[in-house]
Structures are given as structure tokens and as C-alpha cells.
T-cell receptor, first 113, second 110 residues
Framework: DVKVTQSSRYLVKRTGEKVFLECVQD?????MFWYRQDPGLGLRLIYF???????EKGDIPEGYSVSREKKERFSLILESASTNQTSMYLC???FGRGDYGYTFGSGTRLTVV | RKEVEQDPGPFNVPEGATVAFNCTYS??????FFWYRQDCRKEPKLLMS???SGNEDGRFTAQLNRASQYISLLIRDSKLSDSATYLC???????????FGGGTRLMVKP
């Protein structure tokens, strides 16, 4: 089974801190994605990457950046955490053109205080 | 108009009932279709792909109507463990991206 592993299940950070969320997949998938999920708003795409060192903005990139130095790892960075970034963050990966769907990590519930 | 629309529910049904969810999508050139299941505070997991001819997996049947641009999921003989949010997912014509609906919440009661 494909595994997508997110480094932390729960995280509490202070306003203004720089926050790193790590995601690693073990099946050589080209495509990786970062979403946030909030009640009533569904899944919203933050950033995605189709290849090493490549990144594209999703629907809500403001306040976030990403890094993909290795194929298996896709990091989401909150440059200066704010309370409105309190959310569930989900990483996903997929193979090829996405015709087999995505596999999600178990999520990181981030609270910014 | 949202690209993938679902009735958010909740659908409250008794155990053993048959329940159906529909989902509409806006892009007629969409290529691939899926249903995902998401339990409370967990990640979405692929339930089944949806094929043009319709497909079945145990108690679950998925149908695709390209002419009307909708997808359906039928659950027969509902179990308590089917309680979850069901996400309709569509792959648009180009690129590798999936578009997610907002989800339909199902609650199966004893």
C-alpha cells in the first residue's frame, strides 16, 4: 500500500512562528499536494508539485510556501503563523495523470495561538 | 457555480436502509470520477472509482451519467459503520488535478 506520512498529528504554535509541515510518500509518486480543510469550506488546495523542485500555487497560497527538494518529500511552510491558519492540513500524492486518485496522509491538526 | 456540487446533508437513515447520493459536475470534458469516504477527523480515503458503465463493490454501486453530468453512489443495507462524509471527486480534462465536492454527510442510526 502507498503510504503518505505526515510528520505530526497535532501541532500547537504561537502567532508569528515559522512552521514546517512535512510530508513523505514511499511509492515514487510524481505529484504531491497540500490542502487545508475547514468546517463548511471543504478541501482547499494550497500548493502542488508535479516534479522535484517544481511548485505551483493552488487556490489559497497566501501566507504559505512549499519546498520539494526530493521526489518523496513535500514540505509546507507557514512563514509567520497566524490564528486564521488554524486548520487541518492534508498532504496527498498521486501517480501519473491522477487517474487512480490521490492517497492522503493522516493529516496534521494545527492550532495557532 | 461550484465545479463539483453535492448536497451536504446530513442524510439520516436507519440501519438496513438503501440510500443514494448524487453529485453534479460542471466540466463536460471531465475524464475520471471517484467517490471518497472521510470519517470524522480522519483523512479522505478512496472508496471506489466510477466507470462509464457503472460499477459495483459489494453494497456500493456507482453510476456515471455523462449526458447530464452527474455521478451517483448507492449504498444498500446500510450499516452503522457507513456513517461518514462521502466526497464526490472529478478529474478535469487536463492536468493531474482532482476537484473535490464539499461532501455529503451520512448518519446511519440503529
Amino acid at each position: 500500500d502507498v503510504k503518505v506520512t505526515q510528520s505530526s498529528r497535532y501541532l500547537v504554535k504561537r502567532t508569528g512562528e515559522k512552521v514546517f509541515l512535512e510530508c513523505v510518500q514511499d511509492m515514487d509518486h510524481e505529484n504531491m499536494f497540500w490542502y487545508r480543510q475547514d468546517p463548511g469550506l471543504g478541501l482547499r488546495l494550497i500548493y502542488f508539485s508535479y516534479d522535484v523542485k517544481m511548485k505551483e500555487k493552488g487556490d489559497i497560497p497566501e501566507g504559505y510556501s512549499v519546498s520539494r527538494e526530493k521526489k518523496e518529500r513535500f514540505s509546507l511552510i507557514l512563514e509567520s503563523a497566524s490564528t486564521n491558519q488554524t486548520s487541518m492540513y492534508l498532504c496527498a500524492s498521486s501517480f501519473g495523470r491522477g487517474d487512480y486518485g490521490y492517497t492522503f496522509g493522516s493529516g496534521t491538526r494545527l492550532t495557532v495561538v | 457555480r461550484k465545479e463539483v456540487e453535492q448536497d451536504p446533508g446530513p442524510f439520516n437513515v436507519p440501519e438496513g436502509a438503501t440510500v443514494a447520493f448524487n453529485c453534479t459536475y460542471s466540466n463536460s470534458a471531465s475524464q475520471s470520477f471517484f467517490w471518497y469516504r472521510q470519517d470524522c477527523r480522519k483523512e479522505p480515503k478512496l472508496l471506489m472509482s466510477v466507470y462509464s458503465s457503472g460499477n459495483e463493490d459489494g453494497r456500493f454501486t456507482a453510476q456515471l451519467n455523462r449526458a447530464s453530468q452527474y455521478i451517483s453512489l448507492l449504498i444498500r443495507d446500510s450499516k452503522l459503520s457507513d456513517s461518514a462524509t462521502y466526497l464526490c471527486v472529478v478529474k478535469m480534462e487536463a492536468g493531474n488535478m482532482l476537484t473535490f465536492g464539499g461532501g455529503t454527510r451520512l448518519m446511519v442510526k440503529p
